[in-house]
């Protein structure tokens, strides 16, 4: 591959696809590719000149195409991928592409976890950013700081976003890795949590011995990971056996979070979010390992951190109408969940509504207890319809089923099913000093969004 290359990527307008097609578009690289429909990151790409085809057809595949990406999300029997493949062009899936660039640039910093590795990347690439260090960057959100989900850098550094599904970071070539936690997940890889934990192993041993392995020392799978590590290991946590911890932690007005910062015992400063939640004071002190790593001043990190205002759909605040604050998080596992709605329940003082809409009948049918008892800090949880995404329903699970569950846990479970039910039932039922939480990984952000225009609506009648 070199500059002037056309490149086509299959399923574009995703995450990780439409980050890469930006970084080799700005890198000299003619650039095409295709997608099931527009979207947010389509019309951004097309903005910028590149050519989008919608819908997947081999004769796309054009004669002049010199490289294919593709991503796993698009399945083996895809069209276009059989046709690239019948034709023998060079093939990449994203995490191949990510890992082959990763190798070119030098010093990669690969972000993995089950939970709150979007945040991280983010943070650490804040840091990067601001520190001088001009890196690129391919997140799995939108940075808010960023306007986008990428950057093109000159120097050497290059942060990304690591995923486990389908062990796509096992392609990558991190000299720093960092792993926030490892929960099981995706049970459609993974048959069990031993499973995960034996792939994220694998991934510890890609960072070689003069890399570093950034990892969180509270995590239950800590030790055996441990087992895989070649590289020196940094721990972070909240627990004054890590080397980087906080203590004296309490919450800041009107959502944030803030401790008292230490190394190995020592008191560092004050680390002060403006985003809420323990979870992101660990995932502040990972961001600053890395960057204090990377060669950024402590004082000039604390200062940096203060100013993060996360992740688009990551605990984002959508707007306030009718006196109803309504708020939209990706959080689809029954961990992220819980540590979601303990947050709220410690910083907001009024009734707090969880509208969650399922995400993967796989995930749900798998984690159905956990999902049955991870609510308990919404005063009033709503279900919507799971979100197939990439699945099909198989009748073995549904949110009526999950709502009959998770009501043996909590007293006011609400199965409402339809966008415009939930929105109905919200314009109907809450009031002034409520909080809408609308969480999932799918498009449930759209029930806030409409709530929030109906009941704006209301007021200038």
């Not at 989900?149 to 942060?159: A, E, I, L, Q």
Request: hydrophobic fraction near 40%; charged fraction near 25%; include cysteine.
């Amino acid at each position: 591959m070199k500059p002037g290359d056309h490149l086509y990527f299959i399923g574009i307008g995703g995450a990780r696809l439409s980050a890469l097609a930006k970084i080799m578009l700005e890198s000299g690289y003619r650039v095409t590719g295709s997608d099931r429909k527009s979207s947010r990151n389509t019309t951004e790409l097309e903005a910028k000149g590149v050519k989008i085809y919608y819908g997947h057809r081999e004769e796309q595949i054009s004669d002049d195409i010199d490289v294919v990406i593709y991503t796993n999300a698009v399945g083996e029997q895809n069209p276009e991928l059989l046709a690239a493949r019948a034709k023998g062009l060079p093939l990449y899936e994203g995490a191949e592409l990510l890992g082959v660039l990763m190798k070119e640039k030098g010093k990669g910093i690969a972000v993995a976890g089950t939970h709150g590795k979007t945040t991280t990347t983010a943070m650490i690439s804040l840091l990067l950013i601001k520190g001088g260090k001009d890196p690129t960057v391919e997140v799995g959100g939108e940075m808010l700081e960023l306007q986008g989900n990428h950057r093109t850098g000159k120097s050497p550094y290059f942060v990304v976003e690591a995923c486990e599904f389908r062990c796509s970071f096992l392609y990558l070539s991190p000299q720093i890795a960092v792993i926030t936690n490892v929960d099981w997940d995706h049970p459609d890889c993974f048959p069990t949590a031993g499973a995960v934990v034996d792939t994220f192993k694998e991934f510890i041993a890609l960072v070689p011995p003069d890399g570093k392995l950034v990892l969180w020392h509270e995590d239950p799978n800590r030790q055996e990971l441990l087992k895989a590590a070649k590289a020196p290991v940094l721990t972070f946590g909240l627990s004054p056996e890590a080397d980087w911890y906080c203590t004296a932690i309490e919450p800041v007005a009107p959502m944030g979070i803030k401790g008292k910062l230490h190394y190995k015992g020592d008191y560092r400063g004050d680390l002060v979010l403006k985003v809420p939640g323990e979870h992101n004071l660990r995932n502040a002190l990972a961001a600053l390992i890395v960057a204090l790593e990377a060669g950024v001043p402590l004082a000039d990190c604390l200062r940096y951190l203060q100013t993060f205002t996360g992740v688009r759909r990551r605990f984002e605040l959508k707007g306030e109408a009718g006196g109803v604050v309504v708020v939209d998080d990706y959080a689809h596992h029954p961990v992220a969940i819980r540590n979601t709605l303990a947050t709220v329940k410690k910083q907001y003082k009024g009734r707090v509504w969880c509208v969650f809409q399922p995400h993967l009948y796989s995930r749900t049918k798998h984690l159905f207890t956990e999902f049955s008892r991870a609510f308990r800090d919404a005063d009033i949880l709503v279900l919507a319809d799971i979100y197939a995404a990439r699945e099909v329903d198989r009748g073995e699970v549904s949110s009526r089923l999950l709502a009959d569950e998770t009501r043996k846990n909590h007293p006011d479970v609400r199965y409402l099913g339809g966008m415009e039910e939930i929105k109905t039932h919200l314009l109907k039922e809450t009031a002034p000093g409520d909080l809408v939480l609308t969480m999932g990984a799918g498009d449930i952000f759209r029930v806030g969004e409409e709530f929030l225009q109906a009941q704006r609506a209301k007021e200038h009648i």
